[in-house]
């Protein structure tokens, strides 16, 4: 599904030195390729504070312990996502609180939301799902009106842009009161091991999440929380400084990948292409169609059998894993989270897709759907 070893050989040098850097400096934990990574992705973003951690699940939950939730609070978000959204809420006794998401771009539905609000309702988690945002004005709004926090999952669309209605633009993660990423090896922008990073404008809660990440503890031996040990290594940071100065080239290449994608399938009647939100630009973590009457596991074998590889993300919704089964949903609780579950596919999404590739790709997948 992606080729970080193409990736690798392009940027090889910048990338070695900066890990002999650090070797040579013995600063493996906390050393200054982390700060200016930091700092870098700050400017980047346009954002306050970036607070590095261990990885995209360990920001998820730093975020929410920075904001003090009591067991019982609510938290909402999509029932079409990773587990990793989900799971952190419930770790820390919280409820996730599921809802459905919009048919065209799969993410969180700002009128489910609204219904889904108690007065135990503490925090929204839009996730900007396979790489364009979440509907974040609408969000914010219903954020407003109801004194809730916003922690955007933004692990899958570093990168891109959301586009106000009076056409300002922000990075996504950047506009509610937190945004967190992850820089898992195959995000946009991926380390050579786990990563994360959660952002914020807010120099209180920044305070804070610092604090939380690093055991609790503002001055050394003190530990006004309780926290944890996640942290961003050195050889990680230096990596991704020199593939934050990539990122926009990268973000470029997926699109590019996608344009192919869409233009090839563009008559295709059994295969819907991803709608592009016209509030957002599109960084393609994942290029997913929707597949109509297709036998996916057939369409699977097939391109196997090719060499292509293909994926199902995600086969089964969050309200129906079985660590979160519950008496609060079942079944058809979420019609447009369970279609796309049982139809969406895949397709391999990397900046070193060539144009025969993704030609062998394409062709492919219209052979099979022609019988
Ligand atoms: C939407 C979403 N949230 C959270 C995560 C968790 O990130 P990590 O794997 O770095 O813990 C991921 C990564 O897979 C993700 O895709």
């Known amino acids: 599904m992606v080729d970080l070893k193409g990736q690798y050989l392009k940027i090889k040098e910048e990338v070695d030195k900066g890990i002999m850097e650090v070797i040579e400096t013995t600063s493996f934990i906390k050393g200054p390729a982390v700060q200016r990574f930091q700092t870098h992705l700050e400017d980047y973003l346009e954002v306050k504070h970036v607070i590095p951690c261990g990885n995209g699940t360990d920001a998820l939950q730093v975020a929410m312990m920075a904001l003090g939730l009591k ?58 799902l396979f790489g364009q945002s979440a509907p974040m004005e609408e969000i914010m709004d219903i954020a407003k009106e109801f004194n809730l926090f916003v922690i955007e999952d933004n692990a899958q669309a570093i990168g891109a842009d959301y586009i106000s209605n009076d056409g300002s633009r922000k990075k996504t993660g950047t506009i509610g009161h937190m945004g967190c990423t992850s820089f898992f090896p195959s995000k946009n922008l991926g380390a050579y091991g786990d990563g994360g990073a959660i952002f914020t404008n807010d120099d209180q809660l920044a305070e804070q999440l610092r604090a939380v990440v690093n055991h609790g503890m503002k001055v050394r031996y003190y530990h006004d929380y309780v926290g944890v040990n996640s942290r961003l290594d050195s050889m990680q940071a230096a990596i991704l400084d020199v593939k934050l100065k990539h990122l926009d080239e990268y973000c470029d290449a997926r699109r590019k990948a996608a344009d192919y994608y869409d233009k090839a399938f563009a008559n295709c009647d059994k295969l819907k292409t991803p709608v592009r939100y016209k509030k957002s630009t599109h960084v393609f973590h994942q290029y997913t169609l929707v597949t109509k009457g297709v036998d996916r596991d057939a369409l699977k074998s097939f391109l196997a059998e090719k060499g292509i590889p293909m994926m199902v993300y995600y086969p089964v919704p969050l309200h129906m894993q079985k660590a979160y089964k519950s008496n609060r949903y079942s079944e058809g609780d979420f019609p447009i989270t369970e279609t796309l579950s049982e139809n969406v596919i895949s397709l391999p999404m990397h900046t070193e897709l060539t144009t025969e590739q993704l030609e062998y790709i394409t062709s492919n997948v219209i052979e099979f759907l022609k019988d």
Do not use: C, M, Q
């Open 71 to 128: 067991p019982g609070d609510e938290v909402i978000t999509t029932s079409f996502t990773f587990i990793a959204t989900a799971e952190v809420i419930a770790l820390l006794g919280l409820t996730p609180v599921l809802v459905d998401v919009d048919s065209d771009t799969y993410n969180i539905n700002p009128a489910a939301i609204r219904k889904a609000i108690t007065d135990k309702t503490k925090a929204i988690v839009p996730v900007h």
